[in-house]
């Protein structure tokens, strides 16, 4: 009798142990309260909630209620998911619900019990889900792969791995970036191959701003992180460089060579900017200060006109004007009264005997290439409103004379004057200070008296040489 009861005590202990070790065997599932926010079950007037379990895994759930011996469930299909909808009355005659609780079942996994303390056309919604599924799943497995050569920039070894995702049943039944991550390797392929051709051709500034691209769209990659830092380690040794030359130009009073690689700091965000920006605007400003030497004054030659002198604008980046004046030496004799007329009658002299000049047009530049102190800059001078003029006096007899008054001189005077429309054109140089002007003027006389106005009429070559400040 002993011996049986100890037997059965064995059995027991060893059936209690096995039941045990099989609930240790057991899974979790994960359920979830998802919930939105503001959600209503629109039921009427009817005391009724309503619970929704959601399921992606490839499995059935098993649903009882320490309360309502039969639930009121539906099971439906949407996309990937397994939808669980049960009813719950929430008042009843006689009855309270306080302590409900849902048990959900499913094959090789541990109950779980979800409380439904449910009020009137209150709505619940769970996600059911094995926290382990994806371990076990060729697409979860092959795209976490595939991310994590990506990140290693193993790029084609990662767009293998993701094709291979491409072909389980996940891919066209969960949402996923597969193929957003295809399309990122094969861009961070092509970043990494102009990379390092601007490694290899010593462009360490593009190759930093194109490992800082690339560490935009894969930011977890060290591999990235240590080629960004080699190529901002290169770009500042090379960035110091190029100021320490700068400057050497600089002090060397070699501006154009300085403000050439200053430029280039500025424009690559070089660590010493600020440097290269105040040192470039002394040059900047020296050079505004050069091409503001707008006024000038030049002395002006021409055949019958040995004085004359141009006033002139040569400003560096707008139009500006000139004004020019020319004298043959007959206007001092005229003005001084000492210029004797013809006397003999009906001559005309074969070229007048005192002549003017005068024009007012504009400049414009025309040549900015270099703005150095040795490179000379040029302007176009052009006008139509150009005069030239020329007179001389005739003296014949007087035909009323009378000797024995002095009503009447004994020769008349007779005051001939010529106009001429000359239109220029020409150029001004400047080289420092110095100025050399050339001009083309031709002439159309307006009152011809030969041979006289012929002269008058010929086209004149102006040259000017003077200073600007």
């Not at 194109?210 to 977890?220: D, F, G, R, V």
């Not at 009503?407 to 001429?420: C, G, L, Q, T, V």
């Not at 001004?428 to 031709?442: D, E, G, K, N």
């Amino acid at each position: 009798m002993i011996r049986n009861l100890k037997t059965l005590l064995t059995i027991a202990v060893i059936s209690l142990f096995t039941t045990v070790s099989a609930q240790n065997q057991l899974k979790n599932l994960v359920i979830t309260n998802i919930t939105p926010e503001l959600s209503v079950y629109p039921c009427g007037d009817r005391h009724e909630a309503l619970v929704i379990l959601r399921c992606q895994e490839p499995f059935d759930l098993v649903l009882a209620s320490n309360y309502d011996a039969n639930l009121d469930l539906s099971v439906t299909t949407e996309g990937p998911e397994k939808v669980y909808s049960i009813i719950f009355k929430t008042k009843e005659e006689g009855t309270s619900f306080k302590g409900r609780q849902l048990t959900v079942v499913a094959e090789g996994f541990r109950k779980n019990y979800i409380p439904l303390n449910l009020s009137d056309k209150e709505k619940l919604e769970f996600m059911v889900s094995d926290p382990y599924s994806k371990l076990r799943s060729l697409f979860y497995t092959s795209s976490e792969e595939g991310l994590s050569f990506m990140t290693d920039g193993l790029y084609d070894a990662a767009i293998d791995k993701f094709n291979v995702a491409k072909q389980c049943p996940e891919y066209t039944e969960v949402e996923n970036h597969l193929d957003s991550y295809i399309e990122k390797c094969d861009s961070l392929k092509a970043w990494t191959a102009t990379a390092s051709a601007y490694m290899d051709n010593e462009d360490y500034f593009n190759a930093r701003l194109m490992y800082m691209k690339m560490l935009t769209e894969n930011p977890s990659s060290q591999l990235i992180r240590d080629l960004y830092f080699n190529a901002n380690e290169n770009f500042n040794r090379v960035s110091k460089h190029d100021i320490e030359v700068a400057q050497a130009y600089f002090d060397s009073k070699r501006y154009e060579e300085a403000r050439t690689l200053y430029e280039h700091a500025i424009a690559q965000n070089n660590p010493q900017s600020a440097l290269a920006g105040q040192n470039l605007a002394f040059i900047q400003l020296k050079r505004y200060k050069q091409d503001n030497h707008t006024r000038s004054v030049s002395y002006v030659y021409a055949k019958n006109y040995p004085i004359g002198f141009m006033y002139a604008g040569l400003k560096p980046d707008k139009t500006a004007g000139y004004i020019s004046l020319g004298l043959e030496k007959g206007m001092f004799d005229l003005a001084s009264g000492s210029v004797d007329p013809i006397t003999t009658e009906n001559t005309v002299p074969d070229k007048p005997m005192y002549q003017a000049m005068a024009s007012i047009g504009w400049t414009l530049r025309i040549y900015t290439t270099n703005e150095n102190d040795i490179v000379p800059k040029v302007w176009l001078l052009m006008t139509p409103f150009s005069y030239a003029g020329g007179g001389f006096y005739t003296k014949i007899a007087n035909p009323n004379y009378n000797p024995n008054t002095t009503e009447e001189k004994e020769f008349i005077e007779k005051y001939h004057w010529m106009n001429a429309l000359a239109p220029e054109i020409g150029l001004a140089v400047r080289s420092w200070r110095a100025v050399l002007s050339y001009r083309f003027q031709y002439r159309y006389v307006m009152n011809k008296e030969r041979p006289a106005s012929n002269n008058l009429g010929m086209a004149r070559h102006l040259i000017g040489l003077g200073f600007c400040w």
